[in-house]
């Protein structure tokens, strides 16, 4: 199968603070990555898409510095959420695919609370 | 810009017995791709089921099978000899096959609540 891994699954935080999430691709190579905001009770909403070594393509309405995103490697891609507050606290989901019109494998996400 | 539409925010059922789940979708592509996801409580995302719109035969994968209708833009979820473990939150989702990065992001439906009654 194809596993994807995000780590960590639960963080908190303080008000201000940064946050990096990972998602690792285990057992394959992932030329694009995708990454998801959750709300309680909601469905998924995607953030941004990112492909190995180029700037990830952000939704409409994301903020680019405020979630940073990297994508260095074909099994590694970052999201780091800048000055972190209490809003951005929500349950982030990554998706990993060998190629863009492959499916999608999901990690586990990850839930963050910032205080 | 694709719309992925669930009109029922929960359903129930009684194990055992059968449920349909709905999902219809708008779009002017004609080559795309259509799934079923289940998140149970764990969060974890689970493909259920996919249909390939090019394929007139209905996706079937063991207790699961859907009912594809390609001019009426529906592709609901039936689910058969329902099971405790099926509880969990179903989402309806689509994708296109164009080229281009971002055109192959899911589109998801807002999702339904399926319980299962013992």
């Known amino acids: 199968g194809a596993v994807v891994s995000q780590h960590p699954s639960w963080v908190i935080c303080k008000s201000g603070t940064s946050v990096k999430i990972e998602c690792r691709s285990l057992d394959f190579q992932a030329t694009t990555m995708f990454w998801y905001r959750q709300f309680p009770k909601q469905s998924l909403m995607l953030m941004a898409t990112s492909n190995e070594g180029s700037k990830a393509t952000y939704e409409q309405g994301v903020e680019k510095d405020k979630f940073l995103i990297n994508h260095a490697s074909l099994t590694l891609s970052t999201l780091t959420v800048t000055s972190a507050h209490p809003e951005d606290s929500s349950f982030y989901i990554c998706s990993a695919t060998r190629q863009p019109n492959q499916p999608q494998h999901f990690g586990d996400g990850t839930r963050l609370s910032i205080l | 810009a694709q719309t992925v539409t669930q009109s029922q925010p929960e359903m129930s059922v009684q194990e055992a017995e059968t449920v349909t789940l709905s999902c219809t979708y708008d779009?002017?592509?004609?080559?795309?791709?259509l799934f079923w996801y289940k998140q149970p409580p764990s969060r974890q995302m689970i493909l259920v089921i996919r249909?390939?719109?090019?394929?007139?035969q209905n996706a079937t994968e063991n207790r699961f099978s859907v009912n594809f209708q390609k001019a009426a833009k529906s592709f609901s979820l039936k689910i058969s000899d329902s099971q405790l473990g099926d509880a969990a939150m179903y989402f309806c989702?689509?994708?296109?096959?164009?080229?281009?990065?971002?055109?192959?992001?899911?589109?998801f439906g807002k999702g339904t609540l399926l319980t299962v009654n013992p």
């Open positions: 249909q390939e719109a090019y394929k007139q």
């Open positions: 989702a689509y994708r296109s096959l164009n080229s281009g990065g971002s055109n192959y992001k899911l589109t």
């Open positions: 779009t002017s592509e004609s080559d795309y791709y």
